[in-house]
């Protein structure tokens, strides 16, 4: 086991200045890999610390404000710049704490800085327009103006490009950020602070403040200073974040949970939809909130399809996502790992049979990780549970329909709406996808995860507040429209 003495410790990032936590205590952050590797220590923090970082980014909100876009563009191509720098380190450390494999930890950061490019151009772009007022002598237009203080609730799923996603939009459009990273990951978030740090944004401007979510998360829900909340995670805290921020008149985004559907039509290329079901289910672990959870299979193509996902599943080299070789990591952590394995359960005690997997690998290079086998589960009806609830692990169900319009139905019958995909050649059947499914992210032909930051991201239903993030639609949370009438 590592200890405090060989591990470095982290601090919260307040006005400028790397700063101690008040209630002097901190806590571990452990590879889901080998749970006896501690990566870091991060600060526990309490209100009283996020009441500083609150007050000093309101504090900086005013001469932020004033700085031209194209100003803090210019920061945002530095930040870009120390990231690309750090690729490998940073990358390294995602892994380490939250156990995807080096290359999609890669994937991400190298995304990270991409989104940070991106939202620095949008700094010279346009923010309004001119509208004809019914008075001929009059000038009308639309402004925009930052909402002032963002606090940025985040999960440890994607630790880089989330984040990154939320705070880029908030600073180019001119807002004050408080930054609260999920506690799992809270290491790779210091790392990427520290590349705000070396990159000269005005003291105050951005904040990070460590702890936990029902102290920090809740604290920024309620803080009567904060005027918008931008929060990626599970339905239950999302509700709550929404709901506390309603009481006191704040904005808010959230983005929640998926249990995405993947639609194999009988006249799909049936190799493609077993990659894309294999990619967009089981890539991380299963652990994103566009993951592909539930299989609706026509009956015609079933038994085939049933046995090339079967082979390619049985392939998946499990393993310390550091290993060359290895596609598929841990569960981020021992949490993570009892609810799938328990989602497991209730899938067997519900009637679905079990194709592959469904339990802990063995052998001793498994024994210090939070490992579950990549699962299949079939015989699965639409009203089970691990047909309605989001696993967030490595398992599929397999649901076989009669019909395209029983598909659509399936597809249709949960609460959450993200995203959906479909495989099949016949242009009938895309028009009736893309006009019926419930879901904010629409594929034909493609997996279900895979999000481009230049589109709006987000979803329908349950799985978001109904806002949108990424792309130009992220400047409806992070600004509030001013409309301006002027008369000589
Ligand atoms: N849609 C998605 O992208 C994600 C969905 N999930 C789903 O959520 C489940 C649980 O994961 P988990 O990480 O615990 O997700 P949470 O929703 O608990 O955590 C997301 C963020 O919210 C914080 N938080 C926790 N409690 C509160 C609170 N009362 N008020 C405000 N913020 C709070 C967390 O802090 P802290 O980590 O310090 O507790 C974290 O920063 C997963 O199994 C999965 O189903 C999880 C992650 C991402
Ligand atoms: O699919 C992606 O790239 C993004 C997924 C996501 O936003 C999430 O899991 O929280």
Redesign the pocket.
Known sequence: MTTLADVKTYLNYINGSWVPSTTEQVSASINPANKNEIVGYVQTSDIEDLDKAVAVAKQAQGSWRKLSAPARGEFLFKIANAIEARIDEIAETMTKEMGKTLPEAKGETVRGVAILRYYAGEGMRKVGDVIPSTDSEALMFTSRVPLGVVGV??????PVA?PIWKMAPALVYGNTVVF?????T?VTAAKIIECFDEAGLPNGVVNMV?????V???G??DHPDINGIT????????K??GQ?ALARGAKYQL????KNPVIVAADADIDLAVEATISGGLRSTG???TATSRVIVQKEIYDEFKEKLVAKVKEITVGDGLHEGIWMGPCASE??QN?VLSYIEKGINEGATVLCGAKKPEGPEFEDGFYVEPTIFEDVTSNMIIAQE???GPVLALIKVDSIEEALQVANDVQFG?SASIFTTNIGNMLSFINDIEAGLVRINAESAGVELQAPFGGMKQSSSHSREQGQAAIEFFTSIKTVFVKG
């Open positions: 609730i985040t999960p440890w799923n994607f989330i609260k990273p999920a506690q799992e809270a460590t702890g936990k979510g029902t920090i998360g809740q920024i829900s929060f990626t995670g599970s339905d239950s805290v999302g709550r974040v506390a983005e929640m949970g998926g652990q994103k909130c949490s993570q609810i989001e696993i967030f993200l």
